[in-house]
């Protein structure tokens, strides 16, 4: 796992939100933290992200291959439909939202909800996701690659975190596993488009909106905030 996220995820809260630009191992290092709960004691996971045609286009593919680089592929069963932990009776389940808001709704006993590519979330979904995960202690995890400053997870989760939220923003620059072709690649943008590589290796959202008197890079750097910080709490 990142060393560096070792105390987002130590730390209790009831939204775990992780985001920024692309290469910054994120979903990488949720999947891995996944595995090492699921392996240890019994929970559920709700996988969800807004559009999935199949399961392969889920987080499905980066648990099972992170059970497998752990070298537990005999502690899973893995089906074509969910993830179980033989022992610890953990299971993975996987859905998506646009098409089964409904099914989602009705589903009990989930200890962590995981969004993958959260900024495509709709107040609408939220509100209903977020009483759905209803048991003690349960956690919401947040994951994205930022797109509009007028999406609902950024206006709600970044710029107006929820209460009991623990928010961190991580960048290619913080990944010890980043290839160097990988770097190679960002540092081409760099050159290239140096705006289009803000939006997309240093996670900043693009306005949506040619009035707002300050983007989001001006006050992100006039506070000083970098990717080396350990994330707020809420």
Request: aromatic residues 12%.
């Amino acid at each position: 796992m990142n060393p560096v996220l070792r105390g987002f995820w130590e730390t209790p809260a009831r939204y775990k939100v992780l985001y920024g630009g692309r290469a910054s191992s994120k979903t990488w290092d949720a999947a891995a933290h996944a595995v090492r709960l699921t392996s240890n004691i019994k929970l559920k996971f709700m996988c969800v992200r807004q559009f999935q045609a199949n399961i392969r286009e889920s987080v499905y593919t980066i648990i099972k291959d992170t059970i497998e680089r752990y070298g537990l592929t005999k502690e899973y069963v893995i089906t074509d439909r969910s993830i179980t932990h033989k022992i610890t009776g953990s299971q993975f389940i996987f859905y998506g939202l646009w098409r089964n808001i409904d099914e989602v709704k009705s589903t009990e006993g989930i200890d962590v909800l995981w969004i993958e590519e959260g900024h495509n979330l709709t107040q609408d979904q939220f509100d209903t996701l977020d009483p759905t995960i209803r048991k003690q202690g349960s956690e919401i995890w947040l994951i994205f690659n930022p797109k509009s400053r007028i999406d609902y997870a950024w206006k709600n989760f970044v710029e107006n975190p929820l209460p009991n939220s623990i928010v961190r923003k991580i960048n290619y620059t913080e990944n010890p596993f980043l290839s160097e072709t990988m770097l190679n690649v960002i540092n081409a943008e760099k050159e290239k488009d140096l705006e289009r590589f803000e939006h997309i290796y240093l996670g900043y959202p693009t306005e949506g909106s040619e009035t707002a008197l300050f983007t989001f890079k001006d006050i992100d750097r006039a506070m000083n905030r970098n990717a080396s910080g350990s994330g707020s709490t809420v």
